[in-house]
T-cell receptor, first 109, second 114 residues
Framework: LAKTTQPISMDSYEGQEVNITCSHN???????ITWYQQFPSQGPRFIIQ???TKVTNEVASLFIPADRKSSTLSLPRVSLSDTAVYYC??????????FGKGTMLLVSP | DVKVTQSSRYLVKRTGEKVFLECVQD?????MFWYRQDPGLGLRLIYF???????EKGDIPEGYSVSREKKERFSLILESASTNQTSMYLC?????????????FGSGTQLSVL
């Protein structure tokens, strides 16, 4: 099971772009990189998943370099409502998902 | 949208009581999971189930058991509640998928054991 490392916390201001990097040196060929978001008193919510290069959806972008040993979640123009914990997971089909401690993002006015 | 419903939002129980936490999902998902979340420890997997009547231990199964008699329902049982089981309990479900991308979580049950 590939272990992930991400910053414990990050601070930003409204309107800025936020990039959260996750390292996963032992990622396997069949593994996908997946990010979840968790607001206080709620369960985590799926944001985005990718295998390589770049993936973009209405919420975020995910950048994965060719060696796949790290990935970066990019949140464009954050708002106060983006304050949450963000989890980076490495998953393969039919395996259980292991959540680390995540990155606490605090967005200030 | 997938809905995962946990029966109670808050629960207060006494030490030694038998506690049932219920979870129901409405999307015919094969997989269901129970996690607990504690400050500074992240989410930890207690038990999961890949099919009716099947169960597998997660990372911290001690003191817990589960039941899955129907596909849509997954119950977590604390046989004899203890104070160290005070926690936020999160149920989740997912569809079988080669990329395993989406867990859908309920809103959680905050359990306090006094």
């Amino acid at each position: 099971l590939a272990k992930t490392t991400q910053p414990i916390s990050m601070d930003s201001y409204e309107g800025q772009e936020v990039n959260i990097t996750c390292s996963h040196n032992n990622i396997a060929t069949n593994d996908y990189i997946t990010w979840y978001q968790q607001f206080p008193s709620q369960g985590p919510r799926f944001i985005i998943q990718g295998y390589k290069t770049k993936v973009t959806n209405e919420v975020a972008s995910l950048f994965i370099p060719a060696d796949r040993k790290s990935s970066t979640l990019s949140l464009p123009r954050v708002s106060l409502s983006d304050t949450a914990v963000y989890y980076c997971l490495v998953v393969s089909g039919y395996s259980t998902l292991t959540f680390g401690k995540g990155t606490m993002l605090l967005v200030s006015p | 949208d997938v809905k995962v419903t946990q029966s109670s939002r808050y629960l207060v129980k006494r030490t030694g009581e038998k506690v049932f936490l219920e979870c129901v999902q409405d999307m015919d998902h094969e997989n269901m999971f129970w996690y607990r979340q504690d400050p500074g420890l992240g989410l930890r997997l207690i038990y999961f189930s890949y099919d009716v009547k099947m169960k597998e231990k997660g990372d911290i199964p001690e003191g817990y058991s589960v039941s899955r008699e129907k596909k849509e329902r997954f119950s977590l049982i604390l046989e004899s509640a203890s104070t160290n089981q005070t926690s936020m309990y999160l149920c989740a479900s997912s569809q079988d998928s080669p990329t395993n991308e989406k867990l859908f979580f309920g809103s959680g049950t905050q359990l306090s054991v006094l």
